[in-house]
């Protein structure tokens, strides 16, 4: 468990599903646009037995170490509820050493520094226990919200990649941003550098 003020990462738990799938219907306008899914209408595919799935295989790759997934909670009043997801996938070892990371979050919270600190918690924690040198973030260009997360954070824009996803109906081009370890490891790590940003802006 990763924690940060409100701000709790922890893993997935088959108990999440009737609230994981809430959040994904009740967010359909918010994030449909931006992700790829299975074949199948919203309902179905973020529908509670659906979450059975995405558990299994979030569990897989964890247990694999081909990613770091994450619940992202928010505690407030006492209780801690489900508000996101954010993933660390598609992570290769070796001389590479390096993963993408992926995540949305509930709008009813949005705006609020939720997502940038669980970002920050995470790729503080893939630095340091789980070993990465790198992580790498892929975004529509017409995601503002999105990029406004990894820019706050100071990730470096790299890489314009031409069509590069299949995406609600179409090959969507996306920015590449990346940041590696030394780039924070100064800083004291990535959530340092967020307080900071976080102070001055009050």
Known sequence: MLVDGPVVLRPYR??????????????????APWESHLPGTWDEVNSPAAFRYVHADQRRSARTGDGMPFAVCLREDGQERLVGHLNIGSIVRRAFCSGYVGYWVDSRVAGRGVIPTAVALAVDHAFGPGGLHRVEVNIRPENRPSRRVVEKLGFREEAYHVRYMHIDGAWRDHIGYAMTNEEVAAEGGLLARWHRVRDRRG
């Open 14 to 31: 088959r108990s999440d599903a009737a609230a994981w799938s809430e959040i994904r219907r009740a967010n359909r306008v918010w994030l």
